[in-house]
């Protein structure tokens, strides 16, 4: 395996982060990507318990910290 990059990545990411807040009455998810220029963030999804918002947050960060910390990197 090489350590090229797919033309659709252009960087790695350094970091990713993911967001909890209550907005208009629901909970919102974010995940905020950090790259060495800059950072993405995206809405996941809305939920209508605090507690499923953090349940999801803390799996899709963990699934994103696996693409970031995956073979490219190590």
């Known amino acids: ?9 252009p960087e790695r990411a350094v970091t ?8 208009r009455g629901q909970w919102v998810v ?10 993405v963030r995206r809405r996941v999804n809305t939920f209508r318990t605090e507690a499923r918002a953090r349940i999801a947050a803390s799996w899709i960060k ?5 693409d970031v910390e995956g073979p490219l990197h190590g």
């Open 1 to 9: 395996m090489t350590d090229e990059l797919p033309p659709h990545m």
């Open 16 to 23: 990713v982060e993911t967001f909890v807040e209550l907005e």
């Open 30 to 39: 974010d995940i905020v990507v950090i790259f060495p220029d800059g950072a």
């Open 62 to 66: 963990r699934a994103a910290q696996r």
